[in-house]
């Protein structure tokens, strides 16, 4: 693995100076967020991360630096059932006071900000939320640190020059670094989604209903 001082000394060699050390070091932090507010790679995909839920508590904390939510499963004992992402808006219309409906097994969440969710209904027992997310990556803190984006580094530095450039209004180097690094960056996504041994399966139109109750006399419900 690559470490943070020797990617500074290749940027640091492409632009040619040696005296800006510090804002390189600050802009591959910059760099790093700003690749994962445009993809997701699979690095940084944390599957089946868990929480524990307390009865009657419809807020939790989300666990630390979680990016996007891919999927909440809320498991009972042995059964499971994914929860259904709503607009805080939609969710603040639909579950004005969450507490109020009594306690159940939960079927909605809203993210409310970057560290917490709610649900409704409350839950009824202690049980456990599985989490598939994204994370925003690890910053650089020491000389010594190394990035999580394993085999990217020509995609880092290619992002730092032009950043660089940019600070120091050299628009034509910026623009030059700039595409050099888009380029880099879709090139290395698509490789990063690319699965050889993916199964595609054709889906008819149409959802699927919400399963409550006696979902097997509901003629609407797919399974």
């Not at 510090?22 to 700003?34: D, G, H, L, P, Y």
């Not at 698509?190 to 509901?218: C, F, M, T, V």
Request: charged fraction near 25%.
């Amino acid at each position: 693995m690559t470490v943070r001082s020797t990617l500074v000394s290749r940027v640091e060699g492409i632009i040619d100076r040696t005296d800006l050390t510090s804002r390189i070091q600050i802009a591959f932090n910059t760099v790093m967020n700003r690749i994962a507010r445009r993809y997701d790679f699979r690095i940084l995909m944390d599957e089946d991360t868990s929480v524990t839920t307390v009865v009657s508590t419809f807020t939790y904390t989300l666990p630390t630096n979680t990016h996007r939510i891919y999927k909440i499963i809320y498991e009972d004992g042995s059964n499971s059932v994914d929860l259904n992402e709503l607009s805080t808006t939609e969710f603040d219309r639909r579950y004005p006071y969450p507490s109020s409906l009594g306690d159940s097994e939960p079927r909605h969440y809203c993210r409310r900000n970057e560290t917490t969710i709610d649900m409704s209904p409350p839950p009824n027992d202690t049980n456990t939320l599985r989490i598939f997310r994204s994370k925003w990556p690890t910053e650089f803190t020491t000389d010594t640190s190394e990035p999580e984006y394993i085999r990217m580094d020509d995609v880092l530095v290619a992002g730092v020059v032009a950043e660089i450039y940019k600070q120091l209004d050299l628009t034509d180097d910026y623009k030059t670094w700039t595409a050099e690094f888009m380029m880099l960056l879709k090139d290395a996504y698509d490789r990063d989604k690319e699965s050889p041994n993916l199964i595609q399966q054709l889906r008819g139109w149409g959802g699927a209903s919400e399963i409550l109750g006696d979902y097997w006399s509901n003629p609407f419900y797919k399974g």
